[in-house]
């Protein structure tokens, strides 16, 4: 199975800042997937990132607001702009590997 | 849109079987999943099945799939304290490019001495 890492593990953030979430996998993979948790939630899906390509927004999420890079087939990042404290959530990397999607340890972010 | 539902709540004691529920309401989807997320951690994937079957048992867990009534089981047999956890069953739809996955509400067990 992939192994996945994510930078910051977790962040205290001022409203109106933006932070950038990375998320590293330590073999190729092609797809690439940004996941919400909101306290006490379920995860919803943020975007779908494929290397080389614009990522593909769930509704109710734009890229103004959650910019993606997918630079390579290891590597995405989530930047969560303008933030407020309605964004306080975990965030999560997944990819998918054949018919399994695994997922990254998460981003633990508090918006104040 | 897809809805998949689960209790919120379980307790039972340690040495006894658990039982999770599921409920989806869209027929289309192609495998079903259950993940594990322990405090302050992420998703583990436990265990998956395909949607044309009944039952798959990996060591102590065992899921049950009922098409006709769209309803997914996950018991954990023997179930230890450090089965406590949140339980998200999810499933998985294909856009021709990707395979979007749809969770449930999470179900958060515990187990009892």
């Known amino acids: 199975s992939a192994v996945i890492s994510q930078k910051p593990s977790r962040d205290i953030c001022q409203r109106g800042t933006s932070l950038t979430i990375q998320c590293q996998v330590d073999?190729?993979?092609?797809?690439m997937f940004w996941y919400r948790q909101q306290p006490g939630q379920s995860l919803t899906l943020i975007a779908t990132a494929n290397q080389g390509s614009e990522a593909t927004y769930e509704s109710g999420f734009v890229i103004d607001k959650f910019p993606i890079s997918r630079p390579n087939l290891t590597f995405s990042t989530l930047t969560v702009s303008n933030m407020s404290p309605e964004d306080s959530s975990i965030y999560l990397c997944s990819v998918e590997d054949g018919l399994r999607q695994f997922f990254g340890p998460g981003t633990r972010l508090t918006v104040l | 849109g897809e809805d998949v539902e689960q209790s919120l709540f379980l307790s039972v004691r340690e040495g006894d079987s658990s039982v999770i529920n599921c409920t989806y309401t869209?027929?289309?989807?192609?495998?079903l999943y259950w993940y594990k997320q322990e405090p302050g951690a992420g998703l583990q994937l436990l265990t998956y099945i395909f949607s044309n079957m009944d039952m798959k048992q990996d060591q102590r867990l065992t899921v049950l799939l009922n098409k006709k009534d769209k309803h997914l089981s996950l018991r954990i047999a023997d179930t230890q304290t450090g089965d406590s956890a949140i339980y998200f069953c999810?499933?998985?739809?294909?856009?021709?490019?990707?395979?979007?996955?749809?969770f449930g509400t999470g179900t958060r067990l515990q187990v009892t001495l």
């Open positions: 869209d027929s289309s989807s192609t495998y």
């Open positions: 073999s190729q993979v092609t797809m």
């Open positions: 999810a499933e998985s739809f294909s856009t021709g490019t990707a395979s979007k996955l749809t």
